[in-house]
């Protein structure tokens, strides 16, 4: 039973910004969250993960909301190869099993 | 730096054969997953290792399902005999620790198996 809420589809033009919301309520202190993702006929790929504060890398940006109940996944310029499915997962120290909901698939297009 | 290689990337068989899976971590990397990815869903765990001990096998439909983690590097994962249902992308993850402190997995392609 995945502890994630996400949208089953989004799309977006390319070049513009896309922006992945998740719902995770029932997130507890210790919990981080997680985003991957998986193109068409490969395995996941890990993007970016934060606890509390906003996460920065290469790929992504990560905002969590300061109650921690939610958070975005932001692609600042989406390009058609960011097309894919995006998960957001919650796991935590105490409980190892990284558990997949269906995600949001996410379509970039011209 | 090489990846999480899995072998073959595609099987089919018929039902109640048999099938195995093999996976090479990411050298250094303690913990080795299998997951199970059913068509147009997300990917489900079967079996946790670190090293070469199970921490996780809840999900492992143990009456046709094995894994093993030889030395605590590669891994194999069987089913005997197999269903229809079973038709399913099987993927191999591994990490550098135990997953919820704060660090990555790293996938493999997948092994895409069809049973008929």
Redesign the interface.
Known sequence: D?KTTQPPSMDCAEGRAANLPCNHSTISGNE?V?WYRQIH??????II?G?KNNETNEMASLIITEDRKSSTLILPHATLRDTA?Y?CIV?????????????TSLIVHP | EAGVAQSPRYKIIEKRQSVAFWCNPISGHATLYWYQQILGQGPKLLIQFQNNGVVDDSQLPKDRFSAERLKGVDSTLKIQPAKLEDSAVYLCASSLVRWGQATEAFFGQGTRLTVV
């Open positions: 995945a981080y997680y006929s490969q395995g996941p790929q890990y993960h606890l499915v998960y796991t935590s120290g105490g409980s190892y099993i990284p558990t997949f909901g269906r995600g």
